[in-house]
């Protein structure tokens, strides 16, 4: 507002109840921008469901004659020499193409019927792995004290640096997998950011939202213990977001790159990002738990779908003589 006593000078106050308004303003719009990103995502499928020239609307026709396997391995960095990766041949999508998008529907499916191609051995797995998280939710609030006896203020200027890998830092490694992949013709980098951004859409975005709406489980800073659950209530604290997406992108990373250090390093800053949660008093151990488990799943159906998706490519040929399809197929 203008200063009372100068005509040439704006002074301006700004009170705390203003930001929490413009957060709140900020946080409709991400809504907005979601609602939006998501009709363009349908469209975009849609047309390309409907016309399989859209993803190349000028498809050749090229004869190539195959050649002889070579016999020299190939390795690629970040990857164990011992146990070496085939070449990355198969044909990557681009983030703007039509059928990029329908990929990621193909995803969102995969990752949901799934667990209807498990043998019994997979099935005994979630079994002990659900057994191991509801034991951990018998001990939430003893957990959760022993937690905030050991914080210190060193610990959570640590934490507080590590927790937005899962989230804002996030976007910056994606996007950097996707730049260096672009610039330097990088197929394994660029299919790393695509698969990252899949799996992400479908784990953090559907799957922990869903989740929080329909368990609503009241956060430890909300006072009311641990079993404290009002379904579609606006509680969110089960699951952890941020731990799913930390273990959503490092899953995606170390399903292509799986050298051991890879792995190591990876895991271990997801799993840093799960005890900043814990350390912050923003979530129960069974929350972070949970989202770490659902984010590995997610990120490793997505990259082992794709991997065999991609392998496989049916293209359209129309030329002036002939109209056809065909189908290549990589290994």
Not at 53 to 76: I, L
Request: aromatic share 10%; charged share 20%; hydrophobic share 40%.
């Amino acid at each position: 507002m203008r200063s009372p006593d100068s005509d040439d000078h704006f002074a301006i106050t700004v009170r705390f109840e203003d930001c929490k308004e413009f957060g709140n303003v900020v946080r409709e719009l991400n809504k907005i921008g979601f609602v939006l990103l998501v009709g363009v995502m349908i469209q975009s499928v849609a047309s390309a469901a409907t016309d399989p020239f859209a993803a190349n609307p000028y498809p050749t026709h090229e004869v190539t004659t195959p050649e002889a396997p070579s016999t020299t391995p190939v390795t690629e960095p970040g990857v164990n020499p011992a146990n070496p990766l085939p070449p990355f041949t198969a044909p990557i999508e681009d983030l703007f193409q039509r059928n990029y998008w329908y990929l990621v529907l193909l995803d969102t499916k995969e990752v949901f019927i799934s667990p209807g191609h498990w043998d019994s051995k997979d099935w005994l797995t979630l079994g002990a792995i659900s057994a191991g998280i509801g034991t951990v939710m018998v001990f939430d609030e003893d957990l959760n004290r022993a937690i905030r006896h050991a914080r210190s203020d060193t610990l959570t200027n640590i934490f507080d640096n590590v927790q937005p890998l899962g989230n804002e830092y996030a976007v910056g490694i994606v996007g950097a997998f996707y730049l260096w992949g672009e610039v330097f013709k990088d197929p394994r980098a660029k299919s790393t950011a695509l698969d990252s951004i899949a799996a992400t859409a479908i784990g953090p975005g559907i799957i922990v939202n869903a989740t929080k709406y329909l368990v609503g489980r009241g956060r430890p800073t909300d006072g009311k213990g641990a079993y404290d659950f009002k379904p579609f209530s606006g509680h969110d604290s089960f699951l952890s977001g941020h731990t799913t997406e930390a273990f959503t992108l490092a899953s995606v990373i170390t399903e292509h790159y799986p050298a051991p250090w890879v792995k190591v390093t990876a895991y271990a800053l997801a799993g840093t990002v799960g005890y900043a949660r814990l350390n912050n008093n923003r979530h129960w151990p069974s929350d972070v738990l949970a989202g770490a488990v659902v984010g590995t799943y997610v990120g490793k159906t997505v990259v082992q779908f794709n991997r065999e998706h991609r392998r496989i490519k049916l293209q359209p040929i129309v030329e002036r003589e002939f109209q056809g399809a065909e189908l290549s197929m990589a290994w």
